[in-house]
């Protein structure tokens, strides 16, 4: 699973942060979390190839979290593409895009496939299994969670290399037929396979308030990419506003026991570098495998080896 991170700013840009934007590449299948104002351009400055998107998914309809949808629509039809697009977000997605489709005139060559997930659904798209929980904040919302299949079983390459060679056989060709007899049911020697490894899984906050069902939700997840508007003394003014302060983010990831927690979404209120800075301290100091990204950075989550263990108290 590959991360890049477009835009970790929330609520307006500022001459050095974008807005809300996450690629997420998870084996060939490639998403956008959000995709606010200015994403296409961050898009094209990373090595994430837009052609090549499959969905776009979106938290809520507030601009910071959407403006950027029009734009790359129609960038995608300038450069011929054919291949359709899923954009999935809460109920009146379609008729937002709808409304985003008419603002200035295109010609669009690819299909547009629009979903709208029922707070709690769960459903695949292009084999990644996605589920929902709503939001706490001042607009409905969708906090998703992403989940790569566990495959069934994975060859031992070293094994059937050995064994083929017992047998004087192509290792290519012993893995094809190794493949066809699993594939019709046979039962095949246990040696020649490995237990696989369990498939990656990230939650996407968006925009919310914490809730206790967030922990719940977001647990033993590979990856939280959370929202952070607030800094850790504005608790109060955070609920009121529907967000996080850094310290909720950071005790939602060590309660839930997540792999990596990724703060996203800062308010303007955090400034410069010096901010940024404070906020990588106050996190790391909550749960230490937490991160600030820098725009444009780009991470690989691996597979672990065993599912994450029970949460730390
Ligand atoms: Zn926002
Ligand atoms: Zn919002």
Known sequence: MRLIFLGIGGTLPTADRSLSSVAVEIGSVRFLLDCGEGTQK?????????????????????GDHILGIPGLLQTLSLNNRRKELYIIGPTGTRELIEHMERISFYRREYSLIVGEAEPGEEFDVKGVR??????????????????????????NRERVKERAAEVGVDPEEYTKMLLKKIEKGESVDEELLKRP????????????????????????????ISEATFPSEMEEKALEWGHMTVAQAARLAKEASVGMLFLIHFSPRIKGVEGIEEVRREAQAIF??????????????RKRRSPPGKPSK
């Open 42 to 62: 961050q898009l094209m400055r990373s090595n994430f190839s837009y052609m090549k998107l499959d969905a776009i998914f979106i938290s809520h309809f507030h």
């Open 130 to 155: 996605v589920r929902t929980i709503p939001s706490r904040h001042s607009l409905q919302g969708l906090i998703y969670r992403l989940e790569e299949p566990t495959p069934e079983y994975v060859v």
């Open 197 to 224: 490894r369990p498939g990656r899984s990230l939650v996407y906050t968006g925009d919310t308030a914490f809730f206790e069902e967030l922990v719940e939700f977001s647990k033993g997840a590979d990856v939280l």
């Open 288 to 301: 230490g495998n937490s991160a600030v990204p820098e725009e444009l950075e780009e991470y690989v989550v």
